[in-house]
């Protein structure tokens, strides 16, 4: 049986296929610059290597999908908090990749007594957070999963953050302070616990032995570098009437901004180089946060903000969750438009979804759906009958988990042209995804709405012109 191998992409992709290259691997397209997630090694032809989203490491090495895996201790800690018996084990520090996790918050609010209020904490590592709060006695706390930018969210919206670092001192220049560290944490080999017993990983794990560096810094080892700080604004204080608005990271951040100057929406600071998460925006009485699309329409549900530009998809993905929830699409903004699409293996012997839903009514193994849209992906299961099914979550670099580790993908494509790079085809399309305004439908004050309705008038402007 071949030996199954899980890589990461993004943050450790680059050292991992430095250390793999000193291991004479011969991975043959393992690297940044390609979207590709199978590569192939000339040393270990017969191993079959998938190359995933850190996050979804562990859980396919505990789930027993791949016997070995490179990826950070954040992200296995993260797992073993909440599940310490599941079957990942831990073999080898490869000694690269370090940072740490820690408690943290706004330097404008360092009293956390509790009076009686639960304490908030936001985190991407939902489980070692909620093990931080038990650990530390706090008496009533809630715990606010978010897909990044944890430090966005002190004071205002959060009394604390977990968060990942390379040093104390990036707290300080993001306008933190530490409560606690949590975890010093390096780049680790991990392998299932039964496939560690059973099977020869022997070659395979002595050459990445071999090609540990024998000189590294561990992350306590680092130099405190006073890294520059970040021109944000600051924290204030936020009245009734204040329109709180949140754009977007990452890739969103040039058409968001090319949007607002058209609108005639001066903002300082967005987007940013520099990690700044508060951004000014040249409009009395609205304040701006810069926080993942994909937590926008729970935080505006919850009253963390009133506005939002996020994706139609990540709209959808929340209300298939929570029909009735007081969120709302107020204006179409036209702006990087993807179709959320039902995608197979060309392999298999099916064109469509009826055609999908006759061949599974023959089938008693569960039918497994892989997506970042878990709710979307639920609902369409459901919708389509495709009897017994099961939602694998995933964080991204979803391709690589068909054929082997999924049979279905609900995905976002542009042209379709990396599903066809990866031998998939698409079978249905479930809409069409395009950034819009949300808002809550909760009624506003007079003199909120009206500066609602005059940026909303203003960005409906730009959107027709």
Not at 335 to 341: F, N, S
Not at 402 to 415: F, G, Q, S, V, Y
Request: aromatic share 6%; charged share 25%; with cysteine.
């Amino acid at each position: 049986m071949a030996i199954k191998i899980a890589l990461p992409k993004g943050r450790l992709l680059r050292k991992t296929a430095a250390m793999l290259q000193r291991a004479e691997w011969g991975l043959d397209d393992y690297q940044s610059s390609t979207s590709y997630y199978r590569p192939k090694s000339s040393k270990f032809p017969e191993a079959l290597i998938r190359v995933f989203n850190e996050k979804d490491i562990p859980i396919q090495i505990a789930m027993g999908n791949y016997d070995l895996g490179i990826c950070g201790e954040d992200w296995i800690e993260e797992l073993l908090v909440k599940y310490p018996s599941s079957g990942v084990i831990k073999i080898k520090d490869l000694l690269y990749g370090g940072g740490a996790l820690y408690v943290a918050a706004a330097s404008t609010a360092p009293n956390l007594r509790q009076n009686g209020s639960a304490v908030r904490i936001a985190s991407e590592y939902p489980n070692l957070a909620e093990s931080y709060a038990l650990k530390n006695h706090l008496s009533r706390f809630s715990v606010f999963p978010v897909w990044g930018a944890a430090e966005a969210y002190p004071p205002e919206n959060a009394e604390l953050a977990l968060l990942s670092a390379d040093h104390a001192s990036e707290l300080k220049a993001s306008g933190m302070q530490m409560v606690k560290k949590m975890l010093d944490y390096g780049t680790y080999l991990i392998a299932n616990r039964q496939s560690w017993e059973n099977k020869n990983l022997e070659k395979i794990v002595t050459t990445i032995f071999e090609a540990i560096p024998e000189i590294s810094k561990s992350p306590g080892e680092k130099k405190d570098i006073e890294p520059t700080p970040v021109k944000s604004s600051p924290a204030v204080a936020i009245d009734k009437n204040t329109v709180r608005l949140a754009l977007p990271d990452g890739h969103q951040q040039q058409q968001t901004v090319d949007l607002l100057n058209k609108a005639g929406i001066k903002i300082e600071g967005y987007p940013g180089q520099d990690g700044n998460r508060r951004p000014v925006i040249a409009l009395d009485g609205i304040t701006v946060k810069v926080i993942r699309p994909q937590d926008m329409p729970l935080q505006v549900a919850n009253g963390n903000f009133d506005l939002a530009i996020t994706g139609r998809d990540w709209l959808a993905d929340h209300l298939a969750q929570f029909p009735s929830s007081p969120v709302k699409e107020i204006l179409n903004l036209k702006l990087r438009k993807v179709r959320l699409v039902a995608v197979v293996h060309q392999d298999l012997p099916v064109e469509d979804t009826s055609g999908l839903s006759k061949l599974l009514s023959r089938r008693e193994l569960p039918f497994r759906v892989a997506s970042e849209y878990v709710n979307i992906a639920d609902k369409y299961a459901r919708e389509n009958h495709l009897g017994h099914y099961r939602v694998i979550p995933t964080w991204g670099a979803t391709e690589a988990f068909l054929p082997e580790d999924a049979d279905m993908l609900i995905e976002n494509t542009e042209t379709g042209r990396t599903i066809t790079r990866h031998s998939l085809k698409i079978i249905d399309t479930l809409f069409e995804s395009t950034a819009c305004l949300i808002g809550s439908t909760t009624e506003a004050g007079e003199t909120k709405k009206e500066r609602v309705d005059d940026l909303v008038n203003k960005l409906r402007v730009a959107v027709e012109a």
